[in-house]
């Protein structure tokens, strides 16, 4: 394969990032290098995970990390009481809304009581998410983080000028604050402050973090892994729940593949200037009023791996914060599962037509 940077970029999705770290497994049992990753809420928490451990530890603190997250054992509903989502995730649902999840967030009790009632911006939120601090520092050594040896940055939105923001250990160093600014997602998580700003999280501009890995200024050839966590071609819905459910992929799908498409075109546009530029004369290549136009062409190719994660049998509305073992388990063994079934494809060491600039390579369902 040509030299290349190998991306990895990670959507937000609370407990269904289960299925990002199930692939990320899976690319590492195939000996897959990551030069980059780049992710947004439980993305960026998956990506400190990834980059902020060394190699012989990764995998077991990534598993670590989903592990602590299980919730003990749920209560039990009332007798006779029919849930609208179903069992064993309806108590664990509960459970967690009124609890939390232990090493993530807890309830701000009383905050629901008056929600008009003036509170410290910190408090602007009805969980208080201070305990995910001790167990990213747990589980990532930001020290090895920002040595360089991989890429990462986070996205999240300044709530004051409500632009997205992306922190970057490139340009930057990266702090469990920032990872935290990037999963702040209201109206359930404050913002988090750094630096005099306020921050939410990153999904509120947009889920998918792809024009940050596109519109980098280092433009080189690029084997990219695009994990998507809300698949927006799911069935119409046949009950009140899981219409509740199906709004709740659209909104958070962000649109992956119409923001892929129209990358497509400005990649292969730029890549046909650069052929077109290529076939001037020697001449017409000195033009001044030429110059200009002919920096606007690129060279490089960019292949997109898109995964998307299928929905599961019985999910619902909450499934974001269904963080059971055996729901967290069974994401994980999919991601798995799909990436192998990616690299077995390798489409993108097939042959390519010179003014392809970016080619995108969607997983045939099952």
Request: glycine share 8%.
């Amino acid at each position: 394969m040509p030299d290349q940077d190998t991306v990895l970029i990670l959507q937000g999705g609370g407990a269904l990032g289960a299925y990002q770290a199930g692939v990320y497994q899976g690319l590492m049992e195939h000996h897959t290098p990551i030069d980059w990753v780049i992710g947004t809420s439980i993305g960026a928490i998956n990506c400190a995970l990834i980059a902020g451990n060394p190699p012989a530890s990764r995998l077991s603190n990534l598993r670590a990390f989903w592990e602590s997250l299980a919730p003990a054992a749920a209560p039990t509903l009332w007798p006779g009481m029919k849930p609208w989502i179903s069992l064993p995730h309806a108590a664990s649902t509960v459970g967690i809304l009124l609890n939390g999840v232990d090493g993530f967030f807890k309830p701000r009790f009383g905050a629901s009581w008056d929600i008009n009632a003036k509170v410290p911006l910190g408090q602007a939120g009805f969980y208080d998410t201070s305990p995910l601090k001790a167990t990213l520092e747990k589980f990532v050594d930001f020290d090895y983080l920002n040595s360089g040896a991989m890429r990462v940055s986070v996205c999240a939105v300044d709530i004051d000028d409500g632009q997205s923001v992306v922190f970057d250990s490139k340009k930057q160093k990266i702090r469990a604050e920032h990872i935290m600014a990037s999963g702040a997602l209201p109206p359930g998580f404050p913002p988090v402050e750094i630096d005099g700003r306020a921050y939410w999280d990153g999904g509120v501009y947009s889920n998918s973090p792809l024009d940050v890995f596109l519109e980098d200024d280092d433009k080189r050839d690029a084997l990219c892994f695009m994990v998507d966590l809300w698949d927006p071609t799911e069935t119409r819905p046949q009950s009140i729940s899981e219409a509740l459910a199906r709004y709740k992929s659209i909104q958070y799908a962000s649109r992956s593949t119409e923001q892929l498409l129209m990358h497509q075109k400005i990649q292969d546009m730029q890549r046909a200037i650069r052929v077109l530029t290529e076939n001037l004369s020697p001449a017409a290549r000195k033009k001044e009023e030429l110059k200009p136009l002919m920096r606007m062409g690129c060279d490089h190719t960019i292949n997109v791996v898109h995964l998307i994660m299928k929905a599961l049998p019985g999910d619902h509305f909450f499934k974001d914060i269904d963080f059971s073992e055996e729901t967290i388990a069974m994401r994980w063994q999919t991601g798995i599962h799909d990436c192998h079934r990616a690299l077995r494809h390798k489409a993108w060491l097939l042959p390519l037509p010179p003014h392809a600039g970016l080619i995108i390579h969607e997983l045939p369902q099952e």
